[in-house]
C-alpha cells in the first residue's frame, strides 16, 4: 500500500522556522522525484520545491528561494523541507508529492498535507 505522511505542521510566528517531513511506503522511492506543494486557501496548488530521485539536484519557486531548503533520504524513504524566516504569505497546506523516473513513470503519488500557519 501506497503512502505519503506529512508531518511538522503547526502554528509558527513571522520570521520563525518549521520543518516538514514526509515519510513514503510502498513503492520505489528511490526511483521518484519527490516534491513539495502547498496550497492557500482559496488559490490553486503551487510547487514550492522538488529534488530528483538521487538527491542531486533541486529547485525552487522563487517565492521560496533562499528561504527553504529540501532534502531526501533514500535510506530511510523520507524527504524535508526545511522552512526558515517564514511569512504570513507561506500560510498553507503543504503536500508531498512523488512522481516517477526510469523505470517507474507510471507512479505519480499524493499525502494528504499538514497546515503550516504563519501568523502571531
Known amino acids: 500500500q501506497v503512502q505519503l505522511v506529512e508531518s511538522g505542521g503547526g502554528l509558527v510566528q513571522p520570521g520563525g522556522s518549521l520543518r516538514l517531513s514526509c515519510a513514503a511506503s510502498g513503492f520505489a522511492f528511490s526511483y521518484a522525484t519527490m516534491s513539495w506543494y502547498r496550497q492557500a486557501p482559496g488559490k490553486e496548488r503551487e510547487l514550492v520545491a522538488a529534488?530528483?530521485?538521487?538527491?542531486?539536484?533541486?529547485d525552487y519557486s522563487d517565492s521560496v528561494k533562499g528561504r527553504f531548503t529540501i532534502s531526501r533520504d533514500n535510506a530511510q524513504n523520507t524527504v524535508d523541507l526545511q522552512m526558515n524566516s517564514l511569512k504570513p504569505d507561506d500560510t498553507a497546506v503543504y503536500y508531498c508529492?512523488?512522481?516517477?523516473?526510469?523505470?517507474?513513470?507510471?507512479?505519480?503519488?499524493w499525502g494528504k498535507g499538514t497546515l503550516v500557519t504563519v501568523a502571531l
Open positions: 529534488i530528483s530521485s538521487r538527491g542531486t539536484g533541486t
Open positions: 508529492k512523488a512522481r516517477g523516473v526510469a523505470p517507474y513513470y507510471g507512479m505519480d503519488y
